[in-house]
T-cell receptor, first 115, second 115 residues
Framework: ETGVTQTPRHLVMGMTNKKSLKCEQH?????MYWYKQSAKKPLELMFV???????ENNSVPSRFSPECPNSSHLFLHLHTLQPEDSALYLC??????????????FGEGSWLTVV | GENVEQHPSTLSVQEGDSAVIKCTYS??????FPWYKQELGKRPQLIID?????GEKKDQRIAVTLNKTAKHFSLHITETQPEDSAVYFC??????????????FGKGTKLSVKP
């Protein structure tokens, strides 16, 4: 199943580095999401884009910067991260937000380690 | 906003036994309740869902029940097998439009099926 693909799958970065996570969906969906998954908060919603417009920023620190150039692509730009930001970052997509039966399809995730 | 509580956090059963995971939600307007299974190192995948106009839904060994009055829903797995071992997440869709229309996830249940 390759509906939602994420790259890279694994990333190790220093606290002063700048890197980006990429997500692409091939399902014709209009909404895309970034989730952070860690032991403390298993599925923590970070950002939501609906028809390329950001509709939710769940109090995420500014060192995480999302970008959604079109409905099929979503990026998460990372800079000056902290070790506690190490986690699995999951991208997801759905038909659109706000509609009943809004099944979310997840990508395989990007394992991020901040050293 | 919506709040989803999931219990238990860990569950260990013998192969062939049944497993039950329970979730409660706070927003009576929530109308869609999916369950996701996440195997170790893999992405969460939808296994079954139920809408608010239905009380029960079954798919082979998996069933979900919904009690709208009590605002709780449960996942039932019968004749468990070792491959059922995973983390299971429940979720609720608040039913509102726009930025209120995002799935709210429970904290997950780690199910271990012992052979």
């Amino acid at each position: 199943e390759t509906g939602v693909t994420q790259t890279p799958r694994h990333l190790v970065m220093g606290m002063t580095n700048k890197k980006s996570l990429k997500c692409e969906q091939h399902l014709g969906h209009n909404a895309m999401y970034w989730y952070k998954q860690s032991a403390k908060k298993p599925l923590e919603l970070m950002f939501v884009y609906n028809f390329k417009e950001q509709t939710e920023n769940n109090s995420v620190p500014s060192r995480f910067s999302p970008e959604c150039p079109n409905s099929s692509h979503l990026f998460l730009h990372l800079h000056t991260l902290q070790p506690e930001d190490s986690a699995l970052y999951l991208c997801a997509s759905s038909q659109a937000t706000g509609s009943s039966g809004n099944t979310i399809y997840f990508g395989e995730g990007s394992w991020l380690t901040v050293v | 906003g919506e709040n989803v509580e999931q219990h238990p956090s860990t569950l260990s059963v013998q192969e062939g036994d049944s497993a039950v995971i329970k979730c409660t939600y706070s927003d009576s307007a929530s109308n869609y309740f999916p369950w996701y299974k996440q195997e170790l190192g893999k992405r969460p995948q939808l296994i079954i869902d139920i809408r608010s106009n239905v009380g029960e839904k079954k798919d082979q060994r998996i069933a979900v029940t919904l009690n709208k009055t009590a605002k709780h829903f449960s996942l039932h797995i019968t004749e468990t097998q070792p491959e059922d071992s995973a983390v299971y997440f429940c979720a609720a869709h608040p039913g509102g439009g726009g930025s209120q229309g995002n799935l709210i996830f429970g904290k997950g249940t780690k199910l271990s099926v012992k052979p």
